[in-house]
């Protein structure tokens, strides 16, 4: 079946800093690719997503490209804020679980001053 | 506004009672989802609908239950059981093919 590994975190970074944070996927065919965040107590907010091999998904200064040849879809960050402090989950979408998301278990990002 | 709303944002259960989580949806989705959010965890999936009329079982449906009789609403009943139900509830709903927007979740206590 579909399944979605992360780091584990927390990450924790300084203001300005380079953030990445990995995520794998095994799927069969050919999965959508997101990642979400959430903020405390908040639900889910879509950050960005590619739906082929090679996409870009970008938003907010987060971008991650849809590699199928290593099966990633690192997220990345060139200066992070304080205000990026969250969680975040990488996700897919597609066969053979047809229109339902499979999560990987979230990584927590903490942005110091 | 379009979105998703969920209610009550706070919950509070006695053992042994039911209780029911709203979730409405103003974007005109066919499907709905919801979830269960342990802390620390990732989301598991508790039932969808991908029309009105018609829902089916996620992963973790053992002492829930819903119904989908308006396309704008799907109640989720968590009830006496399921023997752990504190966590924080998240509703859904998908545009397109693969795109899900969620609410603001429902955090359940159980007493």
């Known amino acids: 079946g579909n399944s979605v590994t992360q780091m584990e975190g927390p990450v924790t970074l300084s203001e300005e800093a380079f953030l990445t944070i990995n995520c794998t996927y095994t799927?069969?065919?050919?999965?959508?690719l997101f990642w979400y965040v959430q903020y405390p107590g908040e639900g889910l907010q879509l950050l960005l997503k590619?739906?082929?091999?090679?996409d870009k998904g970008s938003n907010k200064g987060f971008e991650a490209t849809y590699r199928k040849e290593t099966t990633s879809f690192h997220l990345e960050k060139g200066s992070v804020q304080v205000s990026d402090s969250a969680v975040y989950f990488c996700?897919?979408?597609?066969?053979?679980?047809?229109?339902?998301?499979?999560f990987g278990g979230g990584t927590r990002l903490m942005v110091k001053p | 506004d379009g979105g998703i709303t969920q209610s009550p944002k706070y919950l509070f259960r006695k053992e042994g009672q039911n209780v029911t989580l709203s979730c409405e949806q103003n974007?005109?989705?066919?499907?709905m989802y919801w979830y269960r959010q342990d802390p620390g965890q990732g989301l598991r999936l508790i039932y969808y609908?991908?029309?009105?009329?018609?829902?089916q079982k996620g992963d973790i449906a053992e002492g829930y239950s819903v119904s989908r009789e308006k396309k704008e609403s799907f109640p989720l009943t968590v009830t006496s059981a399921q023997k752990n139900p504190t966590a924080f509830y998240l509703c859904?709903?998908?545009?397109?093919?693969?795109?899900?927007?969620f609410g603001p979740g429902t955090r359940l206590t159980v007493l």
């Open positions: 859904a709903s998908r545009t397109g093919p693969d795109t899900q927007y």
């Open positions: 799927a069969t065919g050919y999965p959508s």
């Open positions: 590619a739906t082929k091999a090679d």
């Open positions: 996700a897919l979408s597609g066969s053979p679980s047809g229109n339902m998301l499979t």
């Open positions: 974007l005109n989705h066919d499907a």
């Open positions: 609908s991908q029309i009105v009329n018609d829902f």
